[in-house]
């Protein structure tokens, strides 16, 4: 993986190499965000389809700023996803070899030991949002069609339940899912093929 990065005003002029050898099941190559200022994360699945994770923060200003490349683990067939939805807060998702859908996550000092699996049966790879604080949803095509949909809301346990999704559209012939994105007042809008679908922050459901 090469790097380059821009201050606001210019482009770093070289490209860095930030290593690493990767999986052809993780095209497109990397999911990037950010949890907080000075903070960069990247997602990648492995040679040996597992889960990488590498980051650039102000604390490994030894390392030139990037830590090296962690094995999270998992053995998947999707690219990956991931979201944060507040300072140091970062969730990952991605198909395992079951075709359900399996999530880690950071809460700013280590990650979850194991991957937790989230259930369903999918035909795309996950697509995630975050609308605000304590809030996570995740949507997917299963192997019907249907575009499915998970929640986690801050507390201990995912909606509708830990391996349970709700049910959003059926009859969707594409395996593609446009990333959902977020409007004024938290209400949240997805498109998949033509269809729209609305969540607002009383997790209705159109």
Same mark, same amino acid.
């Given at each position: 993986m090469w790097h380059r990065s821009r201050n606001g005003s210019a482009w770093t002029a070289d490209w860095e190499s930030l290593g690493g050898i990767f999986s052809s099941t993780g095209s497109p190559p990397a999911v990037v965000l950010s949890c907080r200022p000075v903070r960069v994360d990247i997602f990648r699945i492995g040679a040996n389809d597992q889960m990488l994770h590498k980051a650039f923060w102000d604390g490994a200003a030894a390392a030139g700023g990037w830590i090296e490349w962690e094995d999270l683990g998992g053995i998947f067939v999707s690219p990956p996803a991931a979201v944060s939805w507040g300072p140091d807060r970062v969730h990952i998702f991605g198909l395992g070899t079951d075709n359900a859908m399996w999530h880690k996550a950071w809460d700013g000092s280590a990650w979850t030991a194991d991957w937790e699996s989230l259930g369903g049966i999918f035909n795309s790879p996950p697509a995630v949002v975050s609308w605000g604080p304590d809030r996570v949803d995740v949507f997917g095509l299963g192997t019907d069609n249907a575009m499915w949909h998970k929640a986690w809301d /801050?507390?201990?346990? +995912? =909606?509708?339940?830990?391996? /349970?999704?709700?049910?959003l559209a059926w009859g969707l012939t594409t395996a593609c899912i446009i990333r959902p994105g977020m409007v004024a007042g /938290?209400? =949240?809008?997805? +498109?998949?093929?033509n269809i729209l679908v609305v969540s607002s922050p009383a997790r209705r459901l159109q």
């Open positions: /801050g507390e201990a346990a +995912w =909606l509708p339940s830990a391996t /349970g999704m709700v049910f /938290g209400v =949240l809008r997805g +498109w998949v093929g």
